[in-house]
């Protein structure tokens, strides 16, 4: 089987490194037991970029006559996707004509801006690091995000989200390519947990301000100062100098959200710190967080994080030793 790993331009070693280790790795296995490997694997890199070598492989450029059944577009480093993304435009016309051809292309965590904007995303689920979604969904409304998902898949195209999310993609590609029993040979060697289905909780709001528009900007000042003790969104913006609904419009169309969804997520990110880094009880956090109402604190914290607040507390504030 002819895989292809891209070396884009700007791509993370982390990544591609994770992804030649798991690939290597189920060779291995095959090898050790008299069986021919299943995967032969190429590093696939453009003229006009440079790459840090890998042990044992050779960039080489990507023929317009070769196929591959599978090729993976690993992570990108750094914040600036827009300018990576860029930077290898070149590549899209290349994949558009391997997926045509019949091959499998799967990105991981911020390597799905490069296969949306080849538009083998259109209209089918996607997921990236979850910080990243919002970006990615305005600069790609015609793709179904799924931000909270670890995985998707449909029409032999495939997302990963963020950082570690990218081993539950690999764990699916070896179990397709080659068999369940693999994939869980790898994820023991790798100490994969294959039960994660979300990556929600992983997620920090870390909202843009510097979008130019200084009406939104003063807005979602003053819900940073506030958020704890106004009881509607109304008492936020009184001092704000326009009309509830232009405000409102505004604001959606600058941050992608209303000024409601962007106090209700002010809260709950306040209330994880809490939960994190502090030894205040559910009640305390509830109340610090500027919530009133227990079950209502618990449902909205479930919906955005993924998990109650009891169980993001045992998963984030413990020690490892």
């Not at 790795?25 to 299943?38: H, I, M, V």
């Not at 963020?162 to 080659?178: D, K, P, S």
């Not at 920090?204 to 969104?233: M, S």
Request: glycine residues 4%.
């Amino acid at each position: 089987m002819q895989l292809g790993i891209l070396l884009t331009k700007d791509h993370r070693l982390l990544s591609v490194a994770a992804i030649l280790d798991v690939f290597e790795t189920a060779n291995r296995f095959y090898s050790q037991d008299g069986l021919k490997e299943p995967f032969t694997i190429h590093l696939l890199l453009l003229p006009k970029h440079e790459s840090m070598p890998f042990a044992g492989h050779t960039p080489q450029a990507p023929g317009k006559n070769e196929y591959y059944d599978l090729l993976l577009v690993p992570s990108f480093t750094g914040d600036t996707i827009s300018d990576s993304l860029k930077s290898n435009l070149e590549w899209i016309p290349w994949l558009q004509d391997q997926y045509k051809k019949g091959a499998a292309v799967a990105s991981f965590c911020t390597g799905a801006f490069l296969l949306a904007a080849s538009g083998l995303l259109d209209n089918k689920p996607a997921t990236t690091h979850i910080n990243a979604e919002a970006s990615f969904a305005k600069m790609f409304p015609l793709v179904n995000v799924q931000a909270e998902a670890v995985v998707t898949e449909q029409d032999r195209v495939y997302t990963s989200g963020g950082a570690t999310n990218t081993f539950h993609l690999l764990m699916l590609l070896l179990e397709i390519y080659c068999s369940k029993k693999t994939a869980v040979k790898a994820a023991k060697v790798f100490s994969i947990d294959l039960d994660r289905n979300r990556q929600t909780y992983f997620g920090t709001f870390t909202p843009a301000e510097d979008h130019g528009d200084d009406l939104v900007k003063r807005a979602q000042e003053e819900i940073k100062k506030h958020f704890n003790t106004a009881n509607t969104i109304e008492e936020l913006i009184t001092d704000v100098p326009a009309s509830r609904r232009n405000l409102v419009r505004r604001f959606k169309q600058v941050t992608g959200i209303t000024p409601i969804e962007y106090l209700q997520k002010t809260r709950i990110e306040a209330a994880k710190q809490m939960l994190e880094q502090s030894r205040y009880s559910i009640l305390e956090v509830m109340l610090e967080s500027g919530y009133n109402d227990l079950k209502t604190f618990r449902t909205l914290f479930k919906k955005n994080v993924g998990m109650t607040p009891k169980m993001y507390r045992e998963k984030f504030s413990g020690q490892l030793v």
